[in-house]
């Protein structure tokens, strides 16, 4: 008898409708992919629409009864942020909402409002696009961790990295402010009244494209190392768990099972006591308000 939750475990999703950022690769076409063959309507919500639309013919090879469609959302623009969630909330409402667009350990950019990248997108352009449609969203929102949240810190005097730059360290950062943002919207969610609940997930150790601005080494190791690690597939599904298990719970955090939360089925993950940290959760919060100058209202 087997535990844990796989893509095998996705019950029938027919008349349900999510949308899934970055959904043109890795773990969000996987996502998609298998919420799409279970009958769910998907928006994929990604930067390019050249890409997106290759995504969907690859899906449709699979899923010919697929329904999908695109939404422009570029998280490193906090105005294309805003015109994303301009579009949506002019369209039907969703079920779910599937945060898994991010960057991983890129060389030091900005966003176009001049936040460092990793910050900029997996964080602030995440908590800016939540809050601005969460009204819009009537089950769950699902945003994506990482193991790497265990050594983040978040500096508050040096969001642009203008200081010092050190591309895992940033990224920890930006992952441990996904799960402060989880843990905090939850919350708020339930002391307003919302049925709507908040739920965090990590993939483990998956090969995806987010591993190309690893150093070369890397790299070159990373296919000898898949067969300890997640696929893409694999990674998915905590997301997949996250966005339909039967007996999630708001505030739940899904990972892999196997040793070190590396790879395996999915089920329940261990979050630092700092990401559960009500006072920086809520700090977080009111920093992101004045960052994105996106006030979620609850």
Not at 114 to 131: I, K, M, P, S
Not at 204 to 216: D, F, S, W
Not at 256 to 280: H, K, M, N, Y
Request: a positive charge; glycine letters at 10%.
């Amino acid at each position: 008898m087997r535990s844990g939750f796989t893509a095998d475990d996705v019950g029938a999703q027919t008349g349900r409708r999510f949308l899934v950022t970055g959904a043109n690769a890795g773990i969000g076409f996987e996502t998609a992919k298998i919420l799409a063959a279970r009958g769910a309507a998907v928006v994929l919500a990604c930067r390019e629409e050249a890409r997106a639309d290759a995504a969907m013919q690859r899906i449709r090879a699979d899923v010919p009864q697929a329904e999908l469609s695109f939404l422009a959302l570029d998280l490193a623009d906090l105005d294309q942020v805003r015109a994303a969630a301009k579009a949506l909330l002019a369209g039907p409402r969703i079920d779910v909402l599937i945060n898994n667009a991010g960057v991983m350990v890129p060389p030091r950019t900005l966003t176009k409002q001049g936040y460092e990248l990793q910050f900029g997108v997996n964080h602030l352009g995440t908590f800016a696009f939540t809050g601005l449609v969460h009204g819009h969203v009537d089950d769950r929102i699902v945003i994506t961790a990482s193991l790497a949240h265990k050594g983040g810190q978040i500096d508050f005097s040096d969001l642009s990295a203008a200081r010092s730059y050190q591309k895992y360290p940033r990224y920890q950062t930006s992952k441990l402010a996904n799960l402060l943002h989880m843990f905090e919207l939850d919350r708020r969610l339930g002391a307003a009244g919302r049925s709507t609940q908040a739920i965090g997930c990590h993939p483990g150790v998956a090969i995806t494209e987010l591993t190309r601005h690893l150093p070369l080494p890397l790299r070159t190791l990373s296919p000898l190392a898949a067969p300890f690690f997640n696929s893409a597939a694999q990674g998915a599904w905590p997301t997949l768990q996250a966005a339909t298990g039967a007996h999630v719970q708001g505030g739940d955090y899904l990972g892999p099972q196997g040793l070190g939360e590396v790879s395996g089925r999915s089920g329940a993950a261990r979050a630092t006591r700092t990401a559960r940290d009500p006072v920086l959760a809520n700090e977080l919060w009111e920093r992101s308000v004045a960052l994105t100058g996106v006030d979620p209202g609850i």
